[in-house]
């Protein structure tokens, strides 16, 4: 078994077992710099997270890897009545652990996901209510009014077997923000492609084929074993690729990947990526909690929000920072979502002394101190962004005490509303700007962690969900994009480019969502 040294201090082995045996499988290692957060398919709204969960779990209507809607474990639906949605179940499949699969666990998972303690819950806020009409199909009411895009909506929620939640005592999801470990944390038993036989967070997840896929009739995959090891290291992550300890890095360092390119038996693979990066503010507190600004929050005046874009030359970021591979944004949602303009994506343009007359105006002359808060093991080079954002702010007077950290202390101290001004990135599942707007923009929305309010916001959020007149909901939606980038809620900084870096004797399809899926894999012989 080979082995590398991270950091110079933790061995790290990147084959799981050894001798024949690992050689007669068909393995696919692959690594990146950050783990899933929870193997609880309804606790963690967050991508690589997600991305582990669809290996193993499965909703009712899926994408394909051109993300169109594609039947799951619902066969057809259609809307029987304005409110009511009808689903036909797909026979024949079983959990795991061999229980049947039904229209109870259907049933139970919504409900499940819409617990309170669910993150996936803001998918939800159309249903009153779902209910079985016999084992073969549910139905789902949107009581609310007529909700179309609820089938994009589907796609993220997956689908848990009843019986083993309540055996295992995990009928709600784990409450992450306040550090819950559940059964469903380290277990898992779904439908999909692939078994959890191990888990060890940060450290190793072993998946294995599941021979009862119902899938397989159409997708025959040849992955026996998937094997993901976290390495946060830039540098040892390619060399595991490089010496062979690695099939597959979903986020090779961009300064390595014209060498990766170049390298005999490797191949890269690069595609716009539907997410966007971005800065968030707390707004709405009367006084920041790291901020020599006493009495009165700065963040709340507009014009320091209009500063802080000002004074970031994104240019800068795009060329020096990325490589190249970023589209600067001027909104948070990226190509491919549904009511993003180009018109719409402008920046305001590079100024810092419109930035320090700015922060003059709102009465800062002299500038402030505030901490930014950014993972370093989450977006591409995150860190090194929020580097590059803290020397530009200084340059107007607003002095940055970064705080960086893990993905998995960012996240729950962002969702305990413990961070005064932070980075996040999004991305859009469904595809439609209601998703946007739901979480980041909607009073009390599920990552909307700056406080803002805005009664019309609100509003159209809530009619961007039971408007069936396609014309005049994309009234709507540009309504409120129109509203929200007047009132400069959040900073945007750049559109992503993804890179995937793997061995040239594996097909597989990337994806603009940036989630592998191993059952898409194909070792070429």
């Not at 055996?167 to 992450?176: A, D, E, I």
């Not at 390298?263 to 800065?279: S, V, Y």
Request: hydrophobic share 40%; aromatic share 8%.
């Amino acid at each position: 078994m080979r082995t590398v040294l991270s950091g110079g201090a933790v061995l790290l082995a990147l084959v799981v077992g050894g001798g024949g045996e690992a050689l007669a499988k068909n393995t696919l290692r692959w690594s990146s710099q950050g783990d899933a957060l929870t193997m609880d398919p309804h606790a963690q709204n967050e991508g690589p997270t997600n991305t582990m969960g669809q290996q193993i779990y499965e909703p009712l209507i899926n994408r394909d890897p051109k993300l169109a809607l594609v039947p799951s474990l619902a066969t057809e639906w259609k809307a029987i009545e304005p409110t009511v949605w009808e689903f036909k179940l797909r026979q024949g499949v079983r959990f795991h652990d061999g229980a049947s699969f039904d229209a109870e666990d259907v049933v139970f998972s919504i409900e499940r996901a819409r617990s309170e303690t669910s993150d996936f819950k803001g998918y939800l806020t159309s249903v009153t209510e779902v209910f079985a009409t016999d084992a073969g199909a549910v139905r789902i009411v949107t009581g609310k009014g007529p909700n179309p895009i609820l089938p994009n909506q589907l796609t993220e929620v997956h689908i848990v077997d009843k019986g083993w939640a309540e055996k295992h005592g995990v009928s709600k999801p784990q409450n992450f923000k306040g550090g819950e470990e559940t059964f469903a944390v380290r277990n898992a038993n779904g439908t999909g492609p692939f078994k959890l036989v191990r888990r060890e967070p940060d450290v190793r997840t072993v998946l294995e084929k599941n021979p009862n896929w119902w899938g397989l009739a159409h997708e025959p995959h040849d992955v026996d074993e998937v094997v993901y090891t976290p390495v946060k290291n830039d540098a040892t992550r390619v060399a595991a690729l490089l010496s062979g300890e690695l099939d597959f890095v979903l986020d090779p360092p961009l300064q390595d990947i014209e060498r990766l390119s170049k390298t005999p038996g490797l191949k890269i693979m690069q595609t716009p990526q539907i997410r966007t990066i971005f800065l968030g503010m707390d707004q709405a507190r009367p006084e920041l909690r790291a901020s020599n600004v006493k009495g009165k929050n700065p963040f709340a005046d507009k014009r320091v929000r209009e500063a802080i874009h000002r004074a970031i030359d994104i240019e800068a970021i795009k060329t020096k920072v990325m490589r190249g591979l970023a589209a600067p944004a001027g909104i948070v949602t990226a190509p491919g979502v549904h009511g993003y303009t180009a018109e719409l994506d402008q920046r305001l343009p590079f100024d810092p002394a419109k930035a320090k007359a700015l922060l003059a105006e709102a009465g800062y002359p002299d500038g402030f101190e505030v901490t930014l808060s950014c993972p370093n093991d989450r977006y591409i080079n995150d860190e090194a962004i929020c580097q590059a954002i803290t020397g530009m702010l200084g340059r107007v007077g607003i002095k940055i005490a970064l705080r960086s950290q893990t993905k998995t202390i960012h996240f729950k101290e962002l969702q305990n509303k413990e961070q005064d001004f932070y980075m996040l990135g999004w991305g859009v599942p469904t595809l439609d700007s209601h998703y946007v707007f739901n979480f980041l923009y909607k009073t009390g929305g599920g990552w909307n962690h700056t406080g803002y309010s805005n009664p019309r916001v609100d509003e159209l959020t809530a009619a961007m969900e039971r408007t069936i007149d396609l014309a005049q909901r994309d009234r709507l939606i540009a309504e409120a994009w129109k509203i929200v980038k007047e009132d400069m809620v959040y900073v945007p900084l750049h559109h992503q480019v993804i890179t995937w870096a793997l061995r040239d004797t594996i097909e597989m399809p990337i994806e603009p969502n940036d989630s592998p899926q191993f059952a898409w894999a194909r070792f070429k012989r």
